[in-house]
Structures are given as C-alpha cells and as structure tokens.
C-alpha cells in the first residue's frame, strides 16, 4: 500500500512514475508505468532495467530476504516430512546504493519496534539518502494498514518522527524531504 500511495502522490505532483510492484489488491494508480513482478528476482530485474533512467528511487517493498532454493511446478505430496532450503536473495537495494551515482535513493526499513540503530546501519550500509522506519508491529501500522506512523532519517543524521497518519500524507512527507534533497528542482 505505502508504494502505491507514493507513486500517487509523485503523479499528483507531476512527476514520470514508474510503479514496480509484487503482488498486490491495489489497483495501479492511472498515469504510472505499471510494471508487476512476482518474485525478488523479477523486481530486482525490473527495477535494474529502469534504474539508468531514474532521478530518484523511492523503494517500499520489503522484499523477502529468502527464497526456497529450488521450486517446482507440481504439486508436492504429502510426506512424513520435509526439510525446505531457502537461498538468500539478492539485496536490491544495497546494488542500487553501489551504483546510485548522482541519484537520489530512499529506501525503507520495517522494524518490530523504533529501532533507530538500525535503521541508520541499513542508511548507511546502502548508501541510502534518507530512509523511512516503520514499526511494523505500532497499532494503525505495518503493511495491510491505511495508516502508518514512522520515522525519517536522513543521511546526515537528522531524524523526523511522524505522527500516525494516513500513508498519502506519509508519501507527501517523504516527497518533501526528497525535494529538500534537490532543491533545484521546484515541483515532484
């Protein structure tokens, strides 16, 4: 929900969009170039494919940090048991931070909990500009919610809490401070 509510109000702002999304109920907003993906592989791959072309990159997604390491198209049996070996995924936005440039790269940690620390360490670690922490775990929070309350942290180490509010006013929070980012640019 929350990169739907982005890419809707960088639209509002006039902004080129390209929405790239896993599966979701969210209708993609009119205006964005909707690209959807169904696996970690396939979003690092779309989201590779139109990185050269981007000013800014705002990723919500919490990819999924594993993924079995062998699927099969069939069916599986039933069976006394069963062990499942997961591969680690490719981090998709750490690959960005290395290779960002001039960009501007916003990226988003989802926390149970306000883990600040942290949140700074993943800031770092990807070479993000800002990052968004999101307790995932706060009442009104967390990925199926309308409302979310988070954090931004810059990196310079300024970090804003918000209040719980409505995810259209937490992406026009982060498009702000974006903007403060680039102040050239006068509208997104």
Do not use: H, W
């Amino acid at each position: 929900k929350m990169g739907f509510a982005v890419a809707r109000a960088a639209l509002r702002r006039g902004a080129d969009v390209t929405l790239i999304s896993g599966p979701s109920s969210q209708c993609p907003p009119q205006g964005a170039d909707f690209m959807p993906v169904e696996t970690a592989d396939g979003m690092r791959n779309a989201v590779l494919k139109r990185f050269p072309n981007a000013a800014a990159v705002i990723m919500t997604s919490a990819v999924a940090d594993f993924a079995p390491a062998v699927s099969v198209k069939s069916k599986i049996r039933k069976t006394d048991a069963m062990t499942l070996n997961l591969k680690k995924t490719p981090d998709i936005l750490k690959e960005l931070g290395r290779k960002k440039g001039r960009r501007i790269l916003i990226g988003f940690a989802a926390e149970a909990g306000r883990n600040v620390m942290s949140a700074k360490d993943k800031l770092k670690n990807k070479n993000l500009d800002l990052i968004v922490l999101n307790d995932v775990t706060a009442q009104g929070s967390g990925f199926d919610a309308d409302t979310n309350i988070v954090t931004i942290i810059s990196k310079k180490g300024e970090v804003k809490d918000y209040p719980l509010m409505q995810k259209d006013e937490v992406a026009d929070n982060i498009l702000d401070r974006l903007l403060q980012l680039q102040p050239q640019r006068r509208r997104l």
